[in-house]
């Protein structure tokens, strides 16, 4: 189960941070990705990071802006939001895969239909 949080109203320009908390005994073994859905838009890739937290991989519209890290002592995955802007209004969903191979690159990690388990959903919106 994923629970995230920490979303909220925030001006052009600003950070927030989102949260990810997971339960079950086998947080290690999964690839763990945010996932956005503006109004009436498709859900998209944003960040993903690896199963030891290695590696992260971007989507080029939060690249530099956006980073993605986990704590799996505390089965917890986060996204550091900076420099928001209007355009990355939108629900924020966190993910799960547990059949992730330990290296698993960007072009798997960004693919949606690759992800089993998804939070409820957070919202981020971004004033101008």
């Known amino acids: 189960q994923l629970q995230a949080s920490g979303g909220g109203l925030v001006q052009a320009g600003g950070s927030l941070r989102l949260s990810c908390a997971a339960s079950?005994?086998?947080?290690?073994?999964?690839?763990m990705g945010w996932f956005r859905q503006a109004p009436g838009k498709e859900r998209v890739f944003v960040a993903a990071i690896s199963r030891s937290g290695g590696s992260s991989y971007y989507s080029d519209s939060v690249k530099g802006r956006f980073t993605i890290s986990r704590d799996n002592a505390k089965k917890m995955v986060y996204l550091q939001m900076n420099s928001l802007e209007p355009d990355d209004t939108a629900v924020y969903y966190c993910?799960?895969?547990?059949?992730?191979?330990?290296?698993?690159?960007?072009?798997?990690?960004?693919?949606?239909?690759?992800?089993?388990?998804w939070g409820q959903g957070t919202l981020v919106t971004v004033s101008s």
């Open positions: 993910a799960a895969d547990p059949n992730a191979i330990l290296t698993a690159g960007p072009d798997y990690s960004s693919s949606l239909e690759n992800y089993h388990y």
């Open positions: 079950g005994s086998s947080f290690t073994r999964n690839l």
